[in-house]
């Protein structure tokens, strides 16, 4: 059983940066077992797969849209997961959502989550 709370979202100028967290919790498997990820959804569309990351943070993978703008990192000591973003346009608009799941493979490859936060509110306005 695992809870993600996410933070750091607000609103932000076209071009800009803003950097969210993302705190893990919970008991079962260490927090190191997990691979993690961002998704995000945009008004009216389909959630999205952002960045993942293997729970040693050994391997990640980037959507092509936030590749060379956004970057994921991870603390297993603090537990936690966080995304930089950079060069923001207003396309990246959207809640981002936190996810964790017990393979790299199944999060990125079969983009399949065993746990969600709730999600932060990330606005880009012009």
């Known amino acids: 059983q695992v809870q993600l709370v996410e933070s750091g979202g607000g609103l932000v100028q076209v071009g800009g940066s803003l950097s969210l967290s993302c705190a893990a919790s919970g008991s079962g498997r260490t927090f190191s077992s997990y691979a993690m990820a961002w998704f995000r959804q945009a008004p009216g569309k389909e959630r999205e797969f952002v960045v993942g990351?293997?729970?040693?943070?050994?391997?990640?993978s980037y959507a092509d849209s936030v590749k060379g703008r956004f970057t994921i990192s991870r603390d297993n000591v603090k537990n936690g997961v966080y995304l930089q973003m950079n060069s923001l346009k207003p396309e990246d608009t959207a809640v981002y959502y936190c996810a964790a799941a017990n393979t790299y493979y199944k999060i990125v490859f079969m983009k399949k989550v065993d746990y969600w936060g709730k999600g932060t509110l990330v606005t880009v306005s012009s």
């Open positions: 990351i293997s729970g040693s943070g050994s391997s990640v």
